[in-house]
């Protein structure tokens, strides 16, 4: 048997010791704000800042424009003023702009900021450039929070996190203001500090333009906590005790099933709690969570062979989600995908929702460098389905390295807790592994590098996982790198695995041009090869791709794109692409080559309609596609937005094998009533899998952070109509703070 000249283990090590010698002679450009200690606290937080202590305030300003042109100070500008105590963080806003026509898309909190007035405050309060605490306010009042991980390269953003802080603006001739307070407590950081880590970004779509406090380079994300500055107060900050925050919440449900004809009245309750540990840790705990309220997740036509990954919207899993879920190669090969927790598959296949019945976690900081977390969650069992209950835990831990590197490690561990050998899977499976994150200190390179192992019972293979992602990222140029292997006895229960047994080599490249147009921003030239081999199989090549492609973004929002894809796919095993009868007769196994062309768009999302998606055309297999995905949105603003999500698949293939028309159709409609009242409907109808879904939800948040929501469901099938399920839910939480009384 040949055997491997580079081990995994090998090229694991190798990589790092590259890592290493690797240094970049780049230092900070310095830029700081004030932030004056006040002992009066008879703040009217109303957006008008006429209390005298405003009057000691340091203002800083000269924001640095960041779209169109990064190469000047914006010429609307922003001013900021900054107070503390010991219980708050006081901050007060006057931003310019040409009139008083601002755009949002409503008035519910948390709201996006495509093609919306907003200015967003950024807290690295460790001052380690991996995480931050984002505030966000715009001209009406709205208000939106986060956590920013991940450094902020990729422009990662947890807006699930959730804190009790207050905020008015109030607009007027060419400017608005806002005035905001925040609780000390909302806060991570080590007593005793002068210093944290801070900037703001706004986005003013009367001038078209995009600021940023500190300068930002167009070619990296205004996240990017590798540009931010200094945040100095005037005195050492004192440790605050957070609250203990309780979330007691009654379902009340109705539901009838029509396929057994049966009725079913419930009375669930339950509770989250969440518990400050010395400050620096979090431990969250859930009782017999529900999850009715949470949004609906999108779906789509699936003509290809693999699972298509989904987002998460279960707050308990979001929440600090990133030191757990950011193991491993996006979209590729996760060891731990949340999503997981609460589904498994029954003994025809099918994946079916298990309960949730408990879970915990517990994450904080060690110390400036280190950060830990444990996320234990029990799940409910089916034994007629042959199903166990499992117990799900997952345990990591990643450590600062250089300036702002880190190395990660990590334990998964799905352990059936009432295990027979009737049931559909394993006694456990489990993964050990660790990540190395590489940050260049001019965020102008990045590396990641990964080597995971499996243990599943009947398996004694090498069960690796392992894989590389690196970036070169210049002004007017990107390469990337991104490789992987998996071998074919790794397994991932709670993990996503879009292929295994594969080695993967991708190479991408673009060229940036920055024309002196007022019209376009940037053009964007790209070339990209794909390949896939199968491990096991005397490195036999699976998929290959090769794509070309051409981007113009123009400076009102406006993006056009046209691309083209020369693929070479070998099937290793039978595939229907339609599957819209379990009487089709598959694609046999074989070669197939084939080319696409794909054309791409958006408008100006500033506007009252816009739209965006795709169209593509091409070879597929033996036949040929057409595949069109566009969204559609119009808002009536703020209190009224109608979006349409339509994807067609046009599939022709020759006899006998399954031709189709393919329709995705997500209407969603969403009401605002006012900042704590709001009505939305999602619905959804796949041809692809017959069915029909609609979601309506009312809430009302009649308290901070607590609601009253009241959902009705309607699951069809579509070919014929039948009814297959409705419920009606009423869920009322309540967000208790028990607070907690400083040491003297």
């Known amino acids: ?29 310095q830029k700081s704000i004030s932030v004056k200690y006040v002992d009066n606290d008879k703040f009217k937080i109303d957006g008008v800042l006429d209390e005298i202590m405003w009057q000691n305030a340091i203002t800083s300003s000269n924001f640095n424009e960041y779209f169109p042109t990064d190469n000047k100070l914006a010429e609307h500008q922003t001013e900021l003023r900054m107070l503390y105590n010991e219980e708050f963080l006081y901050i007060g806003i006057k931003a310019y702009a040409p009139g008083k026509d601002y755009k949002t898309p409503s008035f519910e909190r948390d709201f996006s900021i495509s093609g919306a007035d907003v200015i967003n405050l950024m807290f690295d309060t460790y001052s380690d450039r991996a995480n931050a605490f984002l505030f966000g306010i715009n001209p009406f009042g709205v208000l939106r929070e986060g956590i920013i991980y991940g450094g902020g390269i990729s422009g990662g953003l947890d807006l699930n996190w959730s804190a009790k802080w207050v905020g008015e603006s109030t607009i007027h001739d060419n400017y608005f203001i806002s005035e905001i307070r925040i609780p000390m407590s909302a806060f991570k950081f080590t007593e005793g500090v002068k210093k944290w880590k801070f900037s703001t970004m706004r986005s003013d779509t009367q001038s078209n333009t995009k600021s940023s406090w500190f300068k930002v380079p167009q070619n990296q994300d205004q996240l990017n906590l590798g540009y931010f500055g200094d945040m100095i107060f005037e005195k050492p900050l004192k440790q605050t005790k957070s609250p203990i925050s309780v979330i007691p919440y009654i379902t009340p449900s109705f539901s009838k099933d029509y396929v057994n004809n049966e009725d079913s009245f419930n009375f669930k309750t339950g509770f ?50 990133d030191l757990f879920n950011r193991f491993g190669l996006s979209g590729n090969a996760l060891p731990f995908y ?20 408990a879970g915990a976690k517990f994450t904080g900081k060690v110390n400036n460098k280190l950060r830990v977390g444990v996320l234990n969650v029990q799940t409910g069992g089916d034994e007629e389905e042959e199903i166990s209950a499992n117990n799900n835990l997952v345990v990591a831990a990643e450590q600062r390295i250089f300036n702002k590197s880190t190395i990660g490690f990590f334990f998964v561990n799905r352990q059936a807790t009432n295990y027979k050998e009737t049931q559909t899977k394993t006694k456990y499976n489990r993964i050990v592994g660790t990540d190395l994150k590489f940050y260049s200190k001019d965020n102008s390179f990045d590396a990641q590098v990964f080597l995971h192992k ?24 990107t390469l990337n790198f991104n490789s992987q292997y998996l071998n074919e006895g790794f397994k991932a229960d709670l993990g996503y695995l879009k292929r295994t047994d594969v080695v993967r080599a991708n190479p991408y490249g673009d060229f940036k041009m920055y024309p002196s147009s007022s019209a376009i921003n940037t053009i964007i030239l790209s070339l990209s090869h794909n390949s896939y081999w199968k491990a096991s199989k005397n490195m036999l090549l699976t998929e290959s791709y090769n794509t070309a492609e051409g ?103 020759p006899q006998p094998y399954s031709s189709g028309k393919l329709w995705y159709l997500g209407p969603t409609f969403n009401f605002t009533f006012s900042k704590n009242i709001f009505f939305n409907t999602d619905m959804q109808y796949s041809s692809q899998a017959e069915s029909f879904l609609l979601v309506s939800r009312l809430q009302w948040r009649y308290a901070p952070l607590s609601d009253i929501f009241l959902t009705y469901t309607d699951v069809k099938t579509t070919s014929p109509i039948d009814p297959v399920q409705k419920g009606i839910f009423l869920k009322i939480n309540y967000w208790f703070d028990i607070n907690r009384k400083n040491k003297s």
Not at 7 to 18: E, G, I, K, Y
Not at 297 to 315: A, G, K, Y
Not at 555 to 569: A, D
Request: with cysteine.
């Open 1 to 29: 048997m040949k055997k491997n000249l580079v081990s995994p283990a090998v090229f694991f090590r190798l990589t790092v010791l590259f890592l290493i010698s690797f240094s970049c002679k780049y230092s900070y450009a």
């Open 272 to 321: 989250d709690a969440k518990i400050p540990v010395q400050n620096s840790f979090m431990l969250d705990l859930t009782i017999n969570p529900d999850f009715s309220s949470e949004d609906v997740v999108s779906s789509q036509n699936n003509v290809t062979q693999f699972e298509i990954i989904q987002d998460e919207t279960r707050q308990f899993f979001i929440d600090n989600g």
């Open 338 to 357: 949340s999503r997981r927790v609460g589904v498994d598959t029954d003994k025809d296949g099918n994946t079916i929702i298990v309960p949730v019945n």
């Open 454 to 477: 499996s243990f599943t019972p009947g398996i004694s293979s090498n069960a690796i996982s392992a894989g590389t992602d690196i970036t070169l990222e210049k002004r007017k140029y």
């Open 551 to 653: 981007t113009i973004n123009f400076t009102n929002g406006t993006l056009l794109g046209i691309s083209g894809t020369n693929s070479h796919i070998h099937l290793t095993k039978p595939f229907d692409p339609v599957r819209t009868s379990d009487e089709a007769t598959p694609l046999p196994i074989g070669n197939y080559d084939t080319n696409e062309l794909k054309a791409s768009f958006r408008s100006d999302k500033r506007r009252d309609f816009w739209t965006e998606g795709s169209m593509k055309y091409g070879d597929f297999y033996l036949g040929s596609k057409f595949t069109s995905d566009v969204t559609f949105q119009y808002r009536y603003q703020p209190y009224f937005t109608v979006s349409l999500q339509a994807q067609y698949d046009d599939i022709q293939l």
